[in-house]
């Protein structure tokens, strides 16, 4: 998405992060393989893992989650109604995706399984993107 970004000159508009739901990562960077993936993208995949927090759902617009697992768990963290409002499935942004689709989770697989993660998430991106000029930027 930073990349997206960047080549539509928004960067300055729009602020994104990432955040888990979990604490199983939290401050490291991110997995080697994803970033060996986005580097053949020219990706810049760098920050350090961090756990969602009640900030979230009241400062950022979206919170977009990969899998079903996260949407119900972010719908717990949610402090209120209005934080549970803000949450959504990322490949519904994709108008080619199946339904309340999961981006798989490459972190056990094999092979080309980032690369299968990373070509999602940029249909989903540039379908969030659109979703957002739509709304936010007229």
Known sequence: ????????????????????????????????????????RGIDLTGRARRVVPRDFVYFDYVVAMDRANHRDLLRLA?????????????????????????????????DG???VLDICETACRGLLQHIRENHLR
């Open 114 to 116: 980032f690369e299968t």
């Open 1 to 40: 998405m930073r990349r997206l970004l960047e080549e539509e000159q928004l960067s300055g508009k729009i602020e994104i992060d990432s955040a888990g739901t979990g604490d199983w990562h939290v401050g490291e960077p991110p997995d080697r393989r994803a970033t060996a993936a986005g580097n053949r």
């Open 79 to 111: 402090p209120d109604e209005a934080g549970k409002a803000k949450v959504a499935l990322f490949r519904n942004y994709d108008p080619d995706s199946p339904r309340d689709a999961d981006v798989p989770d490459p972190y056990y697989g094999e092979g």
